[in-house]
């Protein structure tokens, strides 16, 4: 694991008016120096961290020496969410930001390392639709946007389970392992529980193999999260919306120069496919470089993390170092 490095964004309001002397963003640093290599940005998703590569890193089959983001050939940047946790860092009013704040906290940071130009601003789940945000507000930030099993909004499905979320984490005597487990539902598919569980029962527990899988997610976040954070993220993640200011998709998009990559997964009951075709149907009459892609699996979200040969044949195109410019 790389070293957990922290820069400070000064004097930051938020989009709500409220003003912080100090933010603090944790990172993490993997491949080659910032200015002698092309630059990628990854943002991580709900309960991630910025640890996207090496032994323990989530992308760890996408991201590394010859794998399909090559370490030798890039220098990848991953940013903490401010609030996630990590160094036990959070947010006290949380519910002032939302992910258009956090997009311009994340600017601000590359602005600190000094990068102006990203070669791919990449993002799972919540922080694909941050990365959105970024290439809404600075449209030629990046040459590659590729949101991953993401969205550029908060659909009215994403809103319904991040309230139910809201009021487990409330309510619960156990909230961050009763959130969890309610978690893992959205984030698998009916399929993928048949498939690995089959109604197969554990004698020695005296309940069903995947109730104790689901025991075993909420007692290990339970364990890794602060309960401040995951609220944070929570609330974040309903909040994703670049049209938050009136403009249309459609312009949006119009403006934002770099090539557009949708990563849907066929089977994603949180973040359906269906948004991301609609959104490609939306763009592609604004945009020619605007593509859409989708992973064959029976795994719902969180195929993104598991289905990595899927992943990395796609991201292979954009990430050849033949080709890079």
């Given amino acids: 694991m790389t070293e957990v490095k922290t820069i400070s964004v000064k004097d930051f309001t938020t989009d709500s008016g409220a003003v912080y002397e100090q933010i603090d963003i944790h990172y993490q640093h993997f491949g080659q120096a910032f200015d002698q290599a092309p630059v990628v940005l990854i943002n991580h998703s709900l309960t991630g961290d910025a640890n996207v590569a090496g032994p323990k890193g989530w992308w760890t089959k996408v991201v590394g020496p010859n794998l399909t983001?090559?370490?030798?050939?890039?220098?990848?940047?991953?940013?903490?969410?401010?609030?996630?946790?990590?160094?036990?860092?959070?947010?006290?009013?949380?519910?002032?930001?939302?992910?258009?704040?956090?997009?311009?906290?994340?600017?601000?940071?590359?602005?600190?390392?000094?990068?102006?130009?990203?070669?791919a601003l990449i993002g799972g789940s919540i922080g694909g639709g941050i990365a959105w945000e970024m290439a809404a507000l600075y449209p030629s930030l990046t040459k590659n946007?590729?949101?991953?099993?993401?969205?550029?909004?908060?659909?009215?499905?994403?809103?319904?389970?991040?309230?139910?979320?809201?009021?487990?984490?409330?309510?619960?005597?156990?909230?961050?392992?009763?959130?969890?487990?309610?978690?893992?539902?959205?984030?698998?598919?009916p399929s993928s529980f048949t498939e690995r569980f089959d109604r197969t029962f554990n004698k020695d527990k005296n309940i069903f193999n995947v109730e104790s899988w689901l025991?075993?997610?909420?007692?290990?976040?339970?364990?890794?999260f602060l309960l401040q954070a995951?609220?944070?993220?929570?609330?974040?993640?309903?909040?994703?919306?670049?049209?938050?200011?009136?403009?249309?998709?459609?312009?949006?998009?119009?403006?934002?120069?770099?090539?557009?990559?949708?990563?849907?997964?066929?089977?994603?009951?949180?973040?359906?496919?269906?948004?991301?075709?609609?959104?490609?149907?939306r763009g592609k009459k604004v945009k020619e470089n605007i593509f859409y892609h989708e992973i064959k699996s029976i795994h719902g979200h969180d195929a993104f993390l598991i289905e990595n040969d899927a992943v990395s044949q796609i991201l292979s195109g954009i990430f050849n170092p033949n080709q890079l410019i």
Avoid: C
């Fill in 230 to 281: 995951y609220k944070t993220m929570n609330h974040l993640l309903a909040s994703v919306d670049i049209t938050r200011k009136g403009d249309t998709l459609e312009h949006i998009i119009e403006s934002i120069t770099s090539n557009i990559h949708l990563i849907a997964i066929e089977s994603d009951l949180f973040f359906t496919a269906e948004e991301d075709r609609k959104t490609h149907r």
């Fill in 145 to 189: 946007l590729i949101p991953v099993a993401a969205d550029w909004k908060a659909s009215d499905w994403i809103i319904a389970n991040t309230y139910l979320q809201k009021r487990l984490l409330e309510n619960s005597k156990q909230p961050l392992r009763d959130a969890r487990i309610h978690a893992m539902l959205t984030y698998r598919t």
């Fill in 69 to 119: 983001i090559d370490t030798n050939h890039f220098a990848i940047l991953a940013f903490n969410i401010p609030g996630n946790g990590v160094n036990d860092y959070t947010l006290d009013q949380y519910d002032g930001f939302h992910t258009g704040d956090i997009a311009e906290i994340f600017f601000e940071g590359l602005q600190i390392l000094g990068i102006q130009k990203l070669f």
């Fill in 215 to 224: 025991i075993h997610h909420g007692d290990k976040l339970q364990s890794r």
